[in-house]
């Protein structure tokens, strides 16, 4: 999983799979909140391609964790692997 500045950014489901094992939360990622793992919603573009766009900040614990553009979590729940 990429990782820069202590902040993990998933790009496949493969590290959607390790970021719910390192935050503790089910595989099916049901009920995070009950291991203190929250999202933020981080508005800019409906784009994946730079800084700026919109997505999801993910917090544990109250501190942030990692960071996903919507787009491509969508790509990831679509199958795609955005890491090749």
């Known amino acids: ?3 820069h500045k202590g902040m993990f950014y998933p790009r496949n489901q493969q590290d959607m799979q390790q970021l719910a094992v390192l935050l503790g939360v089910r595989d099916d ?3 995070p909140d009950e291991q203190e793992v929250t999202a933020e919603p981080v508005d ?4 994946n391609a730079g800084s700026g766009d919109m997505g999801l900040r ?3 614990d109250g501190k942030p964790v990692a960071f996903i553009h919507l ?3 969508c790509a990831i729940a679509c199958g795609h692997d955005l890491a090749d």
């Open 1 to 3: 999983m990429k990782q």
């Open 29 to 31: 990622w049901h009920e």
């Open 71 to 73: 787009a491509s979590l």
């Open 58 to 60: 993910i917090l544990k």
């Open 44 to 47: 800019g573009s409906f784009d």
